[in-house]
């Protein structure tokens, strides 16, 4: 049976999407499957997979000019040739006859590792400009995926297969959603999230215009860890994180959220509106490309943070909106989990070729 090592992580956006392509394969029951990455966030999204993690310690560049960031990032290249040397004497137990990566600082040791060990690896690219870490292992692998179409035309390897999307998102009954998480409302459903960790902005911002929001509209808003408030006003429920986030696309009219790629394609694909609020300033701008790209299309609506105050007339429109939600209707958008094991498997066939 052929082993598949899949990698990646610092953040849910680097493994929601191998979690879709791990959940695949698990029920063909083809191949041997196991995930290398730190004790981070993407411990916490694969040990429900059951299938065995390896961990180890990877260096991570810290942006900005302060004291600790300028000491930390120092010390990164002996940290980094550390992980790399961890990686490979991990992948010399492992064996594994192909390494996917979803990009990110956890999988840039265990591909460099792999490309020593002349393993071929494969990445994916989830948004529009290239992280640093797929730049940086791009020429290690034999393929760069990508989730929009332009991006692959950046890499000599690059190939347009979308983003994986998990299977339990989809076909999900609507009126059956809304009774599990609003006791079956009337109303236009409205989900808010932030993010993984939620977001300080968009959270104080619905909590302000909770109440006049709320005599027209149900509100599921998605808060963070410790994000949640003691409330008893109607029509609003607060959660901390959704387990079934299938349920809650399902019963949402409209989407408020960040726009990381994960999110973005998810509401494409499900064919929902939405109102992204990209996070500036703390990134490289990924989530304004992805949100600018996306509405330029006429596919959403982009709405900054620093114009939070227009929420309210922004969500009359987007609902409002019947063009939109045909043209999404029509949007060549979906799930990408399909093209991307198509792939692997080429990969996986190619190495075993005589």
């Given amino acids: ?211 006049a929001l709320c005599r027209k509209y149900y509100l599921l808003h998605v808060c963070g860890k410790n994000g949640t408030l003691q409330s008893s006003l109607k029509n609003y429920r607060q959660f901390p994180f959704i387990k079934d986030m299938g349920a809650a696309y399902a019963a949402a009219d409209l989407i408020i959220s960040r726009a990381g790629a994960g999110a973005v394609f998810e509401t494409l694909a499900l064919k929902k509106p939405a109102i992204f609020i990209p996070l500036e300033g703390q990134t490289r701008g990924d989530q304004m490309e992805n949100a600018r790209y996306f509405s330029e299309k006429q596919l959403c609506y982009l709405l900054p943070q620093s114009r939070l105050d227009e929420l309210p007339e922004t969500i009359e429109r987007a609902l409002a909106d019947n063009g939109l939600k045909e043209r999404l209707l029509t949007a060549p958008y979906s799930s990408g989990t399909k093209p991307a094991l198509q792939i692997i498997r080429e990969c996986l066939q190619a190495e075993n070729r005589p």
């Fill in 1 to 211: 049976m052929q082993k598949i090592l899949f990698t990646g992580g610092g953040s849910a956006g680097h493994v929601i999407p191998n979690v879709a392509l791990i959940q695949e394969l698990q029920k063909t029951g083809e191949y041997d499957l196991c995930y290398f990455g730190t004790s981070g966030i993407e411990k916490g999204l694969i040990t429900p997979l059951k299938i065995p993690y390896f961990t180890y310690a990877a260096p991570k560049l810290k942006r900005g000019c302060s004291f600790d960031a300028i000491k930390n990032n120092l010390a990164i290249p002996h940290r980094f040739l550390q992980a790399i040397s961890t990686a490979k004497k991990k992948l010399q137990e492992i064996r594994p006859d192909v390494v996917f990566s979803k990009g990110g600082y956890v999988a840039l040791p265990v591909v460099y590792a792999a490309a020593r060990l002349g393993i071929p690896c494969l990445t994916h690219e989830s948004d529009l400009s290239p992280g640093l870490a797929n730049k940086l292992m791009a020429k290690k692998c034999k393929r760069v995926l990508t989730a929009f179409p332009e991006t692959a035309k950046r890499f000599s390897r690059g190939v347009y297969c979308g983003q994986p999307l998990r299977g339990e998102l989809f076909g999900r009954s609507k009126s059956a959603a809304k009774r599990e998480l609003t006791g079956g409302t009337q109303r236009k459903v409205i989900l808010i999230f932030g993010g993984g960790s939620g977001s300080a902005a968009i959270n104080d911002t619905i909590r302000k215009l909770a109440p």
